[in-house]
T-cell receptor
């Protein structure tokens, strides 16, 4: 079993929909949580970075962390065709191995006009 | 400002050849990372530098893989005697922070390596 599980999709939604993307993890040492967006043949782009449980909002994006359930989510409101990409969750441990990110497989999202 | 740049963007190598992949991090970033991304998968950690010091190389898959950052800026990932299973996208990331803060990482476009 992988340390970080992410449904690869693909997920297809109409423009304007609310999108929910999720990851689960098994290792309680993960304390730092990130969401990246990756367009085809590009590098991942950092969208959200959170440490504590709860919600963090940035424009149309909301990141949610539930450490008790080992579950994180990214919500995209008013989705646009330009949001079509692969979304990767990533996690970092406390203690040693600072900086080493463990990624999920990525969810492919298509927003159609 | 300028982001992380990587060169070459594409590399085709015959099995058994040595390759060198270059990463230019964002100016002033102290932390630098290399990841390997197989098709349809998330990136997997290879190694971490803080300035010129290689603090973690636990992800390097074999002793054929070697990374350096001699002056604390540009980094090179070298793969000796390439094998077909080395075919992947190699991503470089940098961070202005160290230690716990180094989770805030900015990625380059990657080098797509194909071993034939």
């Amino acid at each position: 079993q992988k340390e970080v599980e992410q449904d690869p999709g693909p997920l297809s939604v109409p423009e304007g929909a609310i999108v929910s993307l999720n990851c689960t993890y098994s290792n309680s040492a993960f304390q730092y949580f990130m969401w990246y967006r990756q367009y085809s043949r590009k590098g991942p782009e950092l969208l959200m970075y959170t440490y504590s449980s709860g919600n963090k909002e940035d424009g149309r994006f909301t990141a949610q962390v539930d450490k008790s359930s080992k579950y994180i989510s990214l919500f995209i409101r008013d989705s646009q065709p330009s949001d079509s990409a692969t979304y990767l969750c990533a996690m970092g441990r406390s203690g040693t191995s600072y900086g080493k990110l463990t990624f999920g497989q990525g969810t492919i999202l298509t927003v159609h006009p | 400002g300028a982001g992380v740049s990587q060169s070459p963007r594409y590399k085709v190598a015959k099995r058994g050849q040595d390759v060198a992949l270059r990463c230019d991090p964002i100016s002033g970033h102290v932390s630098l990372f290399w990841y390997q991304q197989a098709l349809g998968q998330g990136p997997e950690f290879l190694t971490y530098f803080q300035n010129e010091a290689q603090l973690d190389k636990s992800g390097l898959p074999s002793d054929r893989f070697f990374a350096e950052r001699p002056e604390g800026s540009v980094s090179t990932l070298k793969i000796q005697r390439t094998q077909q299973e080395d075919s992947a996208v190699y991503l470089c990331a940098s961070s202005p922070r160290r230690d716990r803060g180094a989770y805030e990482q900015y990625f380059g476009p990657g080098t797509r390596l194909t071993v034939t």
